[in-house]
């Protein structure tokens, strides 16, 4: 049995409060754990207890990160349940913030996108996981 594997994925922020609320608020997801100045940085883990993956969000003391390069950087949610969709859609509506058309007009098909303060975007995207 192949065991499986933890996924971070990390990312440089300018504003760490803000980009926090958007998942916190906008996903439902809980805060994990947070630190400041652990060797010029801070950061933030976001997530949702016990599951495989979580989101890290740093800040650098003194260094730019700067926005997303491109409209098409996305973190994709699927969502089968069209009750747990809608309510994903909603809570990120409810937090303030609006939808935004996908750069690659597919994720409009089935999906709502959302872009985070530094212009990274998740698609909540009403469909099942088929790989």
Do not use: I
Request: negative net charge; glycine residues 8%.
């Amino acid at each position: 049995m192949v065991p499986t594997p933890k996924l971070r994925v990390a990312r440089p922020t300018d504003d760490l409060e803000a980009v926090a609320a958007f998942y916190r608020d906008g996903l439902g997801f809980t805060e994990l754990y947070r630190f400041a100045d652990h060797d010029g940085f801070d950061g933030v883990m976001l997530g949702l207890p016990g599951a495989p993956y979580h989101l890290e969000f740093t800040r650098a003391h003194g260094h730019r990160a700067g926005r997303a390069p491109t409209q098409d950087n996305l973190l994709v949610f699927y969502l089968a349940d069209a009750a747990e969709w809608q309510e994903a859609v909603t809570r990120f509506k409810r937090a303030g913030y609006a939808p935004v058309p996908a750069f690659n007009p597919y994720w409009d098909r089935l999906g709502v996108t959302f872009e985070d303060p530094d212009g990274y975007r998740v698609v909540l995207q009403r469909d099942a996981w088929e790989f």
